[in-house]
């Protein structure tokens, strides 16, 4: 079984600051995806990143799939209150029928 | 183009009930899968069906079990009911083209409470 690492778990930040959050694995993933989550909602699909050093700009949002596809990043600048959720990545695994694993999340809250 | 949607939102049952859970997938989209969220167990899979077969299966009890119907839409259904099964039940398609990436779209879930 795959395991997918998110860390940090929590993050409390003011708005404006940076932030990164990291999603780590021992294993190969043929796609990598990012989710965010509001309260009581269903998890929304942010960007898919495929090839290994992919970087992809969603406006303040940055994502970044490692070269040997076991690991992903996000790093949002100048965080706004909007931004505020659980943030979720998931990677596909073609050897196991393209099913999601995903991490265990990182809850971001940012404060006015 | 219309998201998934999910009914119904909120459901409370008592323990030893049995419930179905119905989702509706996106227009011309034939996987959907089934996932339980819960705060300490985060975002678990329960199973995907793609043009009416299970295709995959999570590490769930035999209790939980669900089906797919040939217009894409599926119920699922957990008998027996145990406090432990309240959760997040989301559901989420996708449109799973052949080489490309599997990107699953969510629907808001249904929040079963169990007393």
């Known amino acids: 079984t795959q395991l997918l690492e998110q860390s940090p778990q929590f993050l409390s930040i003011q708005e404006g600051e940076n932030l990164t959050v990291y999603c780590n694995s021992s294993?190969?993933?043929?796609?990598l995806q990012w989710y965010r989550q509001e309260p009581g909602e269903g998890p929304v699909l942010l960007v898919t990143?495929?090839?290994?050093?992919e970087v992809k700009k969603l406006k303040r949002l940055t994502f970044q799939f490692g070269d040997a596809r076991k690991d992903s990043s996000l790093h949002i600048t100048a965080a706004q209150t909007g931004d505020t959720g659980l943030y979720l990545c998931?990677?596909?695994?073609?050897?196991?029928?393209?099913?999601?694993?995903f991490g265990g999340g990182t809850r971001l809250m940012v404060k006015p | 183009k219309a998201g998934v949607t999910q009914t119904p939102r909120y459901l409370i049952k008592t323990r030893g009930q049995q419930v179905t859970l119905s989702c509706s997938p996106i227009?011309?989209?034939?996987?959907v899968s089934w996932y339980q969220q819960t705060p300490g167990q985060g975002l678990q899979f329960l199973f995907e069906y793609f043009s009416e077969t299970q295709r995959n299966k999570g590490n769930f009890p035999g209790r939980f079990s669900g089906r797919q119907f040939s217009n894409s839409r599926s119920e699922m259904n957990v008998s027996t009911l145990e406090l432990g099964d309240s959760a997040l039940y989301l559901c989420a398609s996708s449109l799973y083209l052949a080489g490309g990436p599997y990107e699953q779209y969510f629907g808001p879930g249904t929040r079963l409470t169990v007393t």
């Open positions: 294993s190969v993933f043929s796609s």
């Open positions: 990143v495929v090839t290994g050093g």
């Open positions: 227009s011309g989209h034939r996987s």
């Open positions: 998931a990677g596909e695994d073609n050897n196991a029928g393209n099913m999601l694993t």
